[in-house]
Nanobody, 114 residues
Framework: QVQLVESGGGLVQAGGSLRLSCAAS????????MNWFRQAPGKAREFVAYISWSGDSTYYAASVKGRFTISRDNAKNTVYLQMNNAKPEDTAVYYC???????WGQGTLVTVSS
C-alpha cells in the first residue's frame, strides 16, 4: 500500500556534501514520523536519524550528530538527509523507514572516498 523510493546517493569526497531524498506514495505521508537507516558492507543496519510527523522534532545517532540534518517536505511527500562533512565511515546503503513499520525503500548507495 505504501512505497518508499530513496535517491541521491553516489560518490562524494571526504569532507564533501550530499543530499539524499526519500519519496513516499500510497499513504498519508504527513501522518507518520520518518527515519533514515544505513547498512555498511558486512555490518548490521543502524539507525541514523529521526524526524517527527510535523518536522518539529529530530534525533540523530551520535556518529552523525552535527554533520547530518534530516528534514521533510510534506507537500512533496519527501524526507531528506543532508550529509555534510562526509567521512569514509559514512559509506553505506541508506534506507528510509515509515514510522516504526517494516516498510523500507530499495536503498541508495553512498560512497565516501578518502
Amino acid at each position: 500500500q505504501v512505497q518508499l523510493v530513496e535517491s541521491g546517493g553516489g560518490l562524494v569526497q571526504a569532507g564533501g556534501s550530499l543530499r539524499l531524498s526519500c519519496a513516499a506514495s500510497g499513504r498519508a505521508f504527513s501522518s507518520y514520523a520518518m527515519n533514515w537507516f544505513r547498512q555498511a558492507p558486512g555490518k548490521a543496519r543502524e539507525f541514523v536519524a529521526y524526524i517527527s510527523w510535523s518536522g518539529d522534532s529530530t534525533y540523530y545517532a551520535a556518529s552523525v550528530k552535527g554533520r547530518f540534518t534530516i528534514s521533510r517536505d510534506n507537500a512533496k511527500n519527501t524526507v531528506y538527509l543532508q550529509m555534510n562533512n562526509a567521512k569514509p565511515e559514512d559509506t553505506a546503503v541508506y534506507y528510509c523507514r515509515l514510522g516504526n513499520l517494516e516498510v523500507w525503500g530499495q536503498g541508495t548507495l553512498v560512497t565516501v572516498s578518502s
